[in-house]
Nanobody
């Protein structure tokens, strides 16, 4: 089993920045695909960004150029650096992980088996 815990959420004004972090624990050594997802009230969950163990990343169009996903295996941390935040970025953000055989299977539309409880991000106008 893999446990994921997010941190770093909070409230910020439009144009501001936040950094989310996710710390995996348990049997996470083979979780080579990790990602960030979000869900706003009344909306379906949507993929934000993913990263494979070889560094391959994928992003949703609505965050390209504003968000950056990274993973530090040595520090056991997945991060999401968010800049130029907009009110429509307000949502619960979730960290996710899974075992994928290669990078082509790791993208924002893929299925993920492990999920964190989420961290709230609020962006005011």
């Amino acid at each position: 089993q893999v446990q994921l815990v997010e941190s770093g959420g909070g409230s910020v004004q439009a144009g501001g920045s936040l950094r989310l972090a996710c710390a995996p624990s348990g049997d996470y050594s083979t979780t080579v695909c990790m990602g960030w997802f979000r869900q706003a009230p009344g909306k379906e969950r949507e993929g934000v960004a993913t990263i494979y163990d070889d560094g391959t990343t994928s992003y949703a169009d609505f965050v390209k150029g504003r968000f950056t996903i990274s993973r530090d295996r040595a520090k056991n941390t997945l991060s999401l650096d968010m800049s130029n935040l907009k009110p429509e970025d307000t949502a619960m953000y979730y960290c996710a992980a899974d075992h994928k055989p290669r990078s082509g299977y790791c993208y924002i539309g893929a299925n993920f088996g492990y999920w964190g409880p989420g961290t709230q991000v609020n962006v005011s106008a």
